[in-house]
C-alpha cells in the first residue's frame, strides 16, 4: 500500500476550494487518482482518503467541520496493488 500526501496545513483548503493564484482546481487529490486508474487502473486500486498524521496541524479556530484545538486531517491517494 502507498500512500500520498501533502503535509502542509493548506492542503485541504487546497483540495476543496483551490488554488486560483496558482491556477491549481478544487478536487485535485480526486484528479490524480483519476489519472492513476486511467494509466494503471489494471494493476491498482486507488481511493482518496482522509488521515491525521503524527505532526499534523492542530486548528487554532474553529471551522464548520472542526473545532479548534482538533487535528486537522489530510487528503490522501491511497494506492494499493490489485490480487
Known amino acids: ?9 493548506y492542503a485541504r483548503k487546497i483540495n476543496v476550494r483551490g488554488a ?3 491556477g491549481v482546481p478544487p478536487g485535485i487529490v ?3 487518482r483519476q489519472l492513476v486508474l486511467r ?3 489494471g494493476f491498482v486500486t486507488a481511493k482518496v482518503e482522509f ?3 503524527k505532526r499534523g ?3 487554532k479556530r474553529s471551522t464548520r467541520r ?3 484545538g482538533e ?6 491517494l491511497v494506492m494499493s496493488r490489485k490480487i
Do not use: K
Request: hydrophobic letters at 40%.
Open 1 to 9: 500500500e502507498l500512500m500520498l500526501v501533502n503535509d502542509v496545513p
Open 20 to 22: 486560483r493564484i496558482q
Open 30 to 32: 480526486e484528479r490524480v
Open 39 to 41: 494509466r494503471f487502473g
Open 51 to 53: 488521515h491525521t498524521l
Open 57 to 59: 496541524y492542530i486548528l
Open 66 to 68: 472542526v473545532r479548534a
Open 71 to 76: 487535528q486537522l486531517t489530510y487528503p490522501t
